[in-house]
Structure formats: structure tokens, C-alpha cells
């Protein structure tokens, strides 16, 4: 017989007892709105697979919740009230590969708090409050393949916070108020093959060029497009067209008019982009001149907008061509009737020979084939002709006679 152990779970001052055979449990649902969770709620369910604690009130997790969960490989506490992440509160869960906590009002994320998540390759932490990424210790989070931090706060991303993840394929950064991406942190995600960044406060400026580079390089796909947020005349476009489009990026040489000498330093930027692929360099010199923006080589006009202009282009030519036949025909009924009714004439009169002509041909043919009537008497030697004043005899000779 299976042994049967007793748990406490405290909710709103109230201790309720349940009983879990912990030899056959695979999945547990709880069907109460919890607000907090005994630290040993999961003690012995080491078969554990899946545990949904979604749609409750917790606030907390408590350390070592999860001890016992070795088999577990499915979490979800998402529409909970979690404001924060205990660095252990993760613990004893080597097998989980999928975590939800999206839907919470976490508001600073340390990805050192995963560290123990060894076999993760979901995490879902959507529409919190998050305004800060961070990771608190260097660490390699290789199993990783898919993050989703749709609408949060974020507005800056730690430069090294991504190194941690170097197969992440999947990347999902709408609906937060990001104005540009440094391309150090955009360099260091080399199997990203997914990305969402639409949603965002981006400023098409000199700023978005980072960006822009590197999203003219990307050979995987995003899912909503990319559009400026600011400045007026470039909200609402694409960021891609409003670098080709407003030249914010290959400016042959853009200097500021000259000012009074002062102490204060300014800055030159250099700005390069290779050939194979847009690696962007930021290089400053302190000056006393002014701003200076050189450039290499003009900004590379992305591949989709070349297909999307030779699309266009050949659609309005034959446009053109077919209304130009239309206009043509339209020109030639309206303008030059007597030409038309002629040219009906000629034709009618041709028509009309070619018929005349082959009647007679086939009457000639027809004549031509009749044969000749040969006439042969049928009374030979003397015949006595009578008539009123008396009696004739005649000779009739053989001859034939032929009418023409």
C-alpha cells in the first residue's frame, strides 16, 4: 500500500489538510485561491511532473519549496502578486524545462537567481513591471533557447546581461520603452534566430544606427514591424526606411557651425560599416571644433526594400502599358471615324472579289466537265416521208451529227 503523508498549507489564517500519495501523483492543480505556501507543501513529491499554481495571490515563494521536486519539468505561477525572486527559491529543480511567471508585479529581474535551472529552456516573464535586467555573477546558461519580456518597463538593458545565454534563439522585447540598443548587447546573442522589438519609444536618430545595422543583417525574422516613435516627421515609419529614407546614418560630412571658444570638450564620432556585416564602431576624440560625423561608406539599403521597390516598379509599368493601349484605341475610334469606315470598305470590296472570283472559277470547273452528246440514228437505209401533195422516198446515210 502507498504511504500517505500529510501536508499544511495556510491560507487567510486558515490551516487546510491535504493528503498526496506520493508514489502516483504526476500532475497537482490546486482548486483554492492560495496567498501563501507552507515550506514543506511539496515535501516527498519526488514524481512530480507538472505543478500549476496560477490565478492565486501569492506573494512569496519560500525557499526550498521545491527541494523535493526532482522530476518536475513544468511551473507555472503566473496571475500571482510575486514582487520579488528569492536567490534559492528555484532550488532542487535540475529537471524543470519550462517556467511561467509572467502576469506578476516582479520589477527587477537577476537572472543569478536561475542559476540552479539547469534544464531550462522556457521562460516566460511577460507583462510585469520589470524595469531592470541584471545578472549578478558570471555563469554560462547554455540550455536557455527562449525569453519573453513583452510588456515591461524596460528602458536600458546591462550590457553583459545576455552573455549569459549563448543559444538563445528566441528573443521578445515588445511593448517596453526601449529608445535604442547599444550594438555590444545585440553582438552577443549569435544564435538568435527570433526577436521582437516592435512596441518600443525608439528614436530615429544618429542613435538607432546601432540598431538599424544590425537589423539589416539579421538573417532570422520578427513577427511586427519596427517603427519610429519619435522624432514627429519620422513617427510611424519603419526603421529601416527612415535611415535610407531621412539619411540619418551615411551623412558625408555634417558639421556644426562654428562657436565661441570654450573650455568644454565636444566630441567626434567615427562610424563604421563593414561590408560582410554592419559591425558599428563608436570612437571618441576629444575636440574643442565641434561635432563632426564622418562615415566610410553609405548605409546599405536593406534587401527588403530593394524587392518591395522592384515590386512597385514593374507593377506600375504594366499598368501603364495597359492603359496606354486602352488611351490608344479610345484615340483612334473617337478622333478618325472616316479612317475606320474606309478601311471597313476596302475590306468588304476585297471580300467581295475573293467571292466573285471563286464563283466563276467553280462555274468554268463545271463546264469544263460536261461531255459531249454523240448521236447515233437508229433507222438506217430509205424511209418513205408522206405528206399532203404525195409521196417521197429518201435515202438516209450514216453519218453522226455532234452539237456543239
Not at 503523508?5 to 485561491?33: A, G, N, Q, S, Y
Not at 466537265?369 to 437505209?381: A, C, D, R
Request: glycine share 6%; net charge positive; charged share 20%.
Amino acid at each position: 500500500m502507498a504511504a500517505e503523508r500529510c501536508f499544511m498549507v495556510r491560507h487567510e489564517d486558515v490551516v487546510l489538510r491535504f493528503k498526496f500519495v506520493t508514489c502516483l501523483i504526476r500532475t497537482l492543480t490546486p482548486r483554492l485561491i492560495l496567498s501563501s505556501l507552507h515550506p514543506e507543501l511539496l515535501y516527498g513529491l519526488r514524481k512530480l511532473q507538472t505543478l500549476h499554481l496560477r490565478s492565486n495571490s501569492l506573494r512569496t515563494i519560500p525557499v526550498r519549496l521545491f527541494w523535493d521536486c526532482r522530476s518536475l519539468e513544468f511551473l507555472d505561477l503566473s496571475t500571482n502578486r510575486l514582487r520579488s525572486l528569492a536567490r534559492n527559491g528555484f532550488a532542487g529543480l535540475i529537471k524543470l524545462r519550462e517556467l511561467h511567471l509572467e502576469h506578476n508585479q516582479l520589477t527587477k529581474i537577476n537572472f543569478a537567481h536561475f542559476l540552479r535551472l539547469s534544464s531550462l529552456h522556457t521562460l516566460f516573464l511577460q507583462w510585469n513591471k520589470i524595469s531592470n535586467l541584471t545578472c549578478g555573477m558570471e555563469w554560462t546558461w547554455g540550455t536557455l533557447e527562449k525569453l519573453d519580456l513583452t510588456g515591461n518597463d524596460i528602458k536600458a538593458i546591462d550590457l553583459t546581461v545576455f552573455e549569459t545565454m549563448p543559444n538563445l534563439k528566441t528573443l521578445l522585447l515588445d511593448n517596453n520603452k526601449l529608445s535604442t540598443l547599444d550594438s555590444k548587447i545585440l553582438r552577443s546573442l549569435p544564435s538568435l534566430s527570433t526577436v521582437g522589438l516592435s512596441g518600443n519609444l525608439w528614436e530615429c536618430s544618429a542613435r538607432i544606427c546601432a540598431l538599424a545595422a544590425w537589423l539589416g543583417a539579421f538573417r532570422g525574422r520578427w513577427e511586427h514591424p519596427i517603427l519610429c516613435h519619435g522624432p514627429d516627421h519620422a513617427q510611424g515609419e519603419d526603421i529601416l526606411d527612415a535611415v535610407h529614407g531621412f539619411q540619418l546614418c551615411w551623412n558625408a560630412s555634417t558639421a556644426a557651425p562654428s562657436a565661441a571658444p570654450t573650455d568644454a570638450p565636444t566630441t567626434e564620432y567615427t562610424k563604421g560599416i563593414g561590408s560582410s556585416h554592419f559591425h558599428m564602431g563608436d570612437k571618441e576624440t576629444p575636440t574643442t571644433a565641434g561635432m563632426v560625423v564622418t562615415t566610410e561608406e553609405p548605409f546599405p539599403e536593406p534587401n527588403n526594400a530593394i524587392f518591395t521597390q522592384r515590386v512597385i516598379t514593374g507593377t506600375m509599368a504594366l499598368l501603364f502599358s495597359f492603359f496606354f493601349i486602352i488611351f490608344i484605341v479610345f484615340i483612334s475610334r473617337k478622333c478618325c471615324p472616316p479612317t475606320l469606315r474606309r478601311i471597313r470598305q476596302c475590306s468588304m470590296i476585297q471580300n467581295h472579289r475573293q467571292l466573285r472570283s471563286q464563283t466563276r472559277l467553280h462555274m468554268a470547273n463545271m463546264s469544263d466537265q460536261g461531255p459531249y452528246n454523240e448521236y447515233e440514228p437508229t433507222h438506217e437505209g430509205p424511209f418513205i416521208i408522206i405528206n399532203g401533195y404525195g409521196q417521197c422516198k429518201c435515202q438516209q446515210l450514216p453519218y453522226k451529227e455532234c452539237e456543239v
